[in-house]
């Protein structure tokens, strides 16, 4: 669903957001989380999500188009203790104005370390985003640094954590490093965007692997299977 995912576009104030005229998921996490390198890992590509590290765009709300025409927008990094102030507080207006008034976004992919998930910035995005009443996904990212009891037992806490806030949410261990985690999350998202995935997406999720890349395109539908009604087919 990412592949072929290119950069459309920066936007440093709200007014020069392009209209919301695509359904959009953002990508919101600690600086150094790991946000980019998961972009890239979804996109299967190295250097797309690095448009949002370059000087100058730190700062700016980066909008990335799918091939299927959706947004994916990478929103800037949070937590340098050292910003300045007025730069704090520019960006916390920027983005909870973004988060919670954006028409088209679809859901949060919120982006944690696996070591730190939960700051408090993280749950001010959740708080922001709460009235929204759309879902939010917890990416708990650089998972290969945990063992796998230390990793299964982040995520029991993270998700009781998760249960305290009205919110939808869902949460899973992810990795770009390892590539773990990456079927997972397109299934979450493309469930957001309306988008139908493929058969063996579907068992890959269901934690069988198929063997074969997957497509979420070309694959035969059974008569009657459209997609719920309203779900809208990207082109
Ligand atoms: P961002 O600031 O949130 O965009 O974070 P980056 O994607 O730039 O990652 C920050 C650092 O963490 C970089 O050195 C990455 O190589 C490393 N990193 C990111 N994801 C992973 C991961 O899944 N596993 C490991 N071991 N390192 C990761």
Do not use: C
């Given at each position: 669903m990412f592949r072929n995912t290119s950069y459309v576009a920066s936007a440093q104030?709200?007014?020069?957001?392009?209209?919301?005229s695509e359904p959009e998921i953002a990508f919101a996490g600690r600086s150094n989380a790991g946000k980019s390198s998961a972009i890239n890992a979804l996109a299967n590509q190295t250097r797309l999500a690095f448009v949002s590290k370059t000087p100058g765009r730190t700062q700016q709300i980066n909008f990335f188009r799918l091939a299927r025409g959706a947004f994916l927008v990478d929103l800037p990094g949070y937590g340098?203790?050292?910003?300045p102030k007025a730069l704090r507080e520019q960006w916390e207006a920027t983005l909870s104005t973004y988060l919670q008034t954006r028409?088209?976004?679809?859901?949060l992919a919120l982006v944690m370390d696996a070591r730190h998930p939960l700051t408090a910035r993280d749950e001010l995005m959740l708080a922001w985003f709460k009235p929204t009443g759309r879902p939010i996904h917890v990416l708990l990212t650089k998972?290969?640094?945990?063992s796998r009891t230390e990793a299964a037992k982040t995520l029991q806490r993270v998700r009781a954590r998760l249960a305290g806030f009205d919110i939808h949410w869902t949460a899973q261990l992810f990795s770009s490093l390892k590539r773990n985690g990456v079927d997972e999350a397109e299934a979450v998202f493309a469930a957001w965007l309306g988008v139908e995935v493929g058969p063996s997406l579907m068992l890959a999720t269901a934690g069988r692997t198929s063997g074969h890349h997957r497509r979420s395109d070309g694959h035969k539908k059974a008569p009657g299977q459209r997609g719920k009604p309203g779900a809208k087919r990207l082109k």
């Amino acid at each position: 669903m990412f592949r072929n995912t290119s950069y459309v576009a920066s936007a440093q104030h709200l007014r020069d957001l392009p209209p919301p005229s695509e359904p959009e998921i953002a990508f919101a996490g600690r600086s150094n989380a790991g946000k980019s390198s998961a972009i890239n890992a979804l996109a299967n590509q190295t250097r797309l999500a690095f448009v949002s590290k370059t000087p100058g765009r730190t700062q700016q709300i980066n909008f990335f188009r799918l091939a299927r025409g959706a947004f994916l927008v990478d929103l800037p990094g949070y937590g340098y203790a050292t910003a300045p102030k007025a730069l704090r507080e520019q960006w916390e207006a920027t983005l909870s104005t973004y988060l919670q008034t954006r028409t088209s976004l679809r859901g949060l992919a919120l982006v944690m370390d696996a070591r730190h998930p939960l700051t408090a910035r993280d749950e001010l995005m959740l708080a922001w985003f709460k009235p929204t009443g759309r879902p939010i996904h917890v990416l708990l990212t650089k998972a290969d640094k945990l063992s796998r009891t230390e990793a299964a037992k982040t995520l029991q806490r993270v998700r009781a954590r998760l249960a305290g806030f009205d919110i939808h949410w869902t949460a899973q261990l992810f990795s770009s490093l390892k590539r773990n985690g990456v079927d997972e999350a397109e299934a979450v998202f493309a469930a957001w965007l309306g988008v139908e995935v493929g058969p063996s997406l579907m068992l890959a999720t269901a934690g069988r692997t198929s063997g074969h890349h997957r497509r979420s395109d070309g694959h035969k539908k059974a008569p009657g299977q459209r997609g719920k009604p309203g779900a809208k087919r990207l082109k």
